[in-house]
């Protein structure tokens, strides 16, 4: 795989995570952006609904969340119901696939195999499709 540009963000909102992954990805996709980006962040706590969730996956009202100051979000990836809080290291990688090979399952293969989102014997784990930074 490519080198990635590297943006560390610290801490931040994930509206406002969001709207930069969505213009790196047009500016990406416009060829304004010559290099693949690895976005990495830390959220405020927040749950992101991909469009796998189903009725009763969120356990936990929107009224009790709201409470305690967790967001809510649904978003268009794939998936279920995902927790981000402060301490998590997230990566988003927005990433021209026509400079690679055209197939998102193969990218997500080689993601988890290329990182430290391995188990104790180095294998990759089918069950994670996240990508772990040890540090």
Same mark, same amino acid.
């Given at each position: 795989m490519?080198?990635?540009? *590297?943006?560390? $963000? #610290?801490?931040?909102?994930? %509206?406002?995570? @969001?709207?930069?992954?969505? +213009? /790196?990805? =047009? &500016? !990406?996709?416009?060829?304004?952006?010559?290099?693949?980006?690895?976005?990495?962040?830390?959220?405020?706590? *927040?749950?992101? $609904? #991909?469009?796998?969730?189903? %009725?009763?996956? @969120?356990?936990?009202?929107? +009224? /009790?969340l =709201? &409470? !305690?100051?967790?967001?809510?979000?649904?978003v268009?990836?794939?998936?279920?119901?995902?927790?981000?809080?402060?301490?998590? $290291?997230?990566?988003?990688?927005?990433?021209?696939?026509?400079?690679?090979?055209?197939? /998102?399952?193969?990218?997500?293969?080689?993601?988890?195999?290329?990182?430290?989102?391995?188990?104790?014997?180095?294998?990759?784990?089918?069950?994670?499709?996240?990508?772990?930074?040890?540090?």
């Open positions: 490519k080198d990635f540009l *590297v943006l560390d $963000l #610290g801490l931040r909102s994930y %509206a406002e995570a @969001l709207s930069l992954q969505r +213009a /790196l990805a =047009a &500016a !990406r996709i416009a060829k304004r952006v010559e290099q693949d980006v690895l976005v990495l962040v830390e959220h405020p706590p *927040v749950i992101t $609904l #991909g469009r796998s969730t189903k %009725a009763g996956n @969120l356990l936990a009202s929107e +009224a /009790l =709201a &409470a !305690r100051g967790v967001e809510l979000y649904e268009e990836r794939g998936g279920d119901v995902t927790f981000h809080g402060p301490g998590q $290291l997230v990566g988003y990688p927005i990433v021209d696939l026509t400079e690679h090979k055209q197939d /998102l399952h193969w990218y997500l293969r080689q993601a988890t195999r290329a990182g430290p989102a391995s188990g104790p014997t180095g294998a990759s784990s089918p069950a994670s499709a996240c990508m772990r930074v040890a540090g």
